[in-house]
């Protein structure tokens, strides 16, 4: 079975849309003390700041960002020297903040759901390429580099 090709930038926004959803609509227990939410929000900020300078890394050294494709530059420096996925790693702070933020136990299954999609088929296809291309330098990046933190 072959799955889908959805774009990482795309199901974040779709469990974003969801959890939120999910949050507001179903009757679960949420809390309302704002500094919570207000930590929410900060965390989905340092998550999507995260992201985004993952992809600026990319941009700035000219590499292909496109998941299913082959990639041009073995990118190890900035962030990149600290987590392998700083893109992957920001979305997933991004979902966790907006569980936080929207205050219902139920809005936790976007970040899972995420963690699953990327660190069990998004990663796992990209590490493959990418040791298909770079060979022995990546497999000296990826023991010294953690997948995500």
Known sequence: MRLPRILPPYL????????????????????????????????VLAGL?????????????????????????????GLFSRTRNPMYLGFLLALFGTTVAVGSPVALLAPLVFFLAADRYYIPFEEGRMHAVFGPAYGDYARRVRRWI
């Open 49 to 77: 700041g995260l992201s985004t300078a993952g992809s600026r890394k990319f941009a700035v050294v000219g590499t292909n960002i496109l998941p299913f494709e082959d990639p041009t530059v073995l990118v190890t420096t």
């Open 12 to 43: 974040f926004v779709l469990l974003v849309v969801i959890s939120v959803s999910t949050g507001l609509l179903v009757p679960v227990h949420r809390w309302t003390d704002r500094s919570v939410v207000l930590a929410g929000i900060l965390l």
